[in-house]
């Protein structure tokens, strides 16, 4: 069923009360899409057809949040040009007066991954010294690039450096590992986090080129861990037949469920993909792919799902 406007109001109600359950730490997901998001600009498709008349509320870019309820602190892991609305949810879950989170935690500079600080800016909330967190390259991107040096300038936004698999306590009972992936990288380098809560770990990759690029084993990885949110932009190759496949080398969702079939049924379930194309039919609860990835023992990320960490 598609969400309306109503059930998104709903949804936030329930994202605002669900603290009632005590967790020490909450981890959201504030958003799924691809950087243009769905309805995708230009789309002439019928997967943005309906979408152009009738939006779906709950279609936003990839983001998590986090907040720690014991500490009063949130934070969120991405900038994304949905980051108005996803900010009322995260300050509605927490309960804070605040508006703004404690911390953003940046990836990459492609346009879905930090173009939302645009909102923090003199023309829309001018934010006081909000943290931004970056890896050397993509801080050094916003210091030297308008408009987003003059985020810096006015200190509408404070750069917190962050290194490559240097672990970053952010309260008393959670911190931050982030660490490099191989992905076009023309502005900054790319990062993937592990979000380290009081009980339960999170690998966050939402963007990366083929596995078998890294240096790292990702199903080591996953077996470290007990949630991960992974890059499954493209289902298949058939939704970018028309575009050279090496300018877009995201590892399909076919390919990693291939890659993930010996893992046992416990390890599987913690992998929950990500950051979906508009052309992505795991979008579509109800398309055969959907369906396929499910019966595999897979979980597909859903805006709104909550987790205890």
Not at 292 to 305: D, E, P
Request: proline share 6%; charged share 20%.
């Amino acid at each position: 069923m598609k969400a309306t406007g109503l059930t998104f109001i709903l949804l936030i109600f329930l994202l605002g009360t669900c603290h009632a359950q005590d967790p020490k730490v909450s981890l959201a997901v504030l958003g799924t899409v691809q950087d243009a998001g769905s309805p995708h600009i230009g789309c002439e498709k019928e997967c943005c057809a309906l979408l152009f008349e009738k939006p779906d509320p709950s279609r936003m870019v990839v983001a998590l949040g986090i907040v720690d309820h014991g500490n009063q602190k949130t934070f969120l892991f991405e900038a994304t040009p949905d980051m108005p609305r996803q900010l009322k949810i995260l300050k509605r879950l927490a309960e804070t007066p605040s508006e703004t989170p404690n911390g953003i935690f940046l990836t990459h500079a492609h346009i879905g991954h930090y173009t939302g600080l645009m909102y923090l800016g003199r023309e829309a909330l001018g934010g006081r010294s909000i943290p931004v967190y970056a890896m050397p390259k993509m801080k050094a991107f916003l210091e030297n690039n308008a408009p987003w040096s003059q985020l810096v300038a006015l200190r509408n936004i404070t750069l917190e450096p962050v290194t490559n698999k240097t672990r970053v306590q952010i309260t008393s009972t959670l911190s931050v590992l982030p660490f490099t992936v191989p992905h076009r990288d023309e502005f900054s380098e790319t990062v993937g986090y592990k979000i380290i809560g009081p009980n339960k770990t999170v690998l966050f990759i939402p963007d990366i080129d083929k596995w078998d690029r890294w240096e790292t084993a990702i199903v080591t990885e996953i077996k470290k861990v007990d949630y991960a949110f992974l890059d499954a932009t493209f289902f298949d190759g058939n939704e970018v037949a028309n575009r050279d496949i090496s300018e877009i080398p995201h590892p399909f969702a076919i390919e990693s469920m291939a890659l993930f079939h010996d893992l046992p049924k416990k390890e599987k379930a913690k992998i929950h993909f990500i950051h979906f194309n508009h052309t992505n039919p795991l979008l579509n609860e109800n398309s055969k792919e959907h369906g396929l990835v499910r019966k595999k023992g897979f979980n597909i990320a859903k805006a709104g799902s909550l987790f205890k960490l």
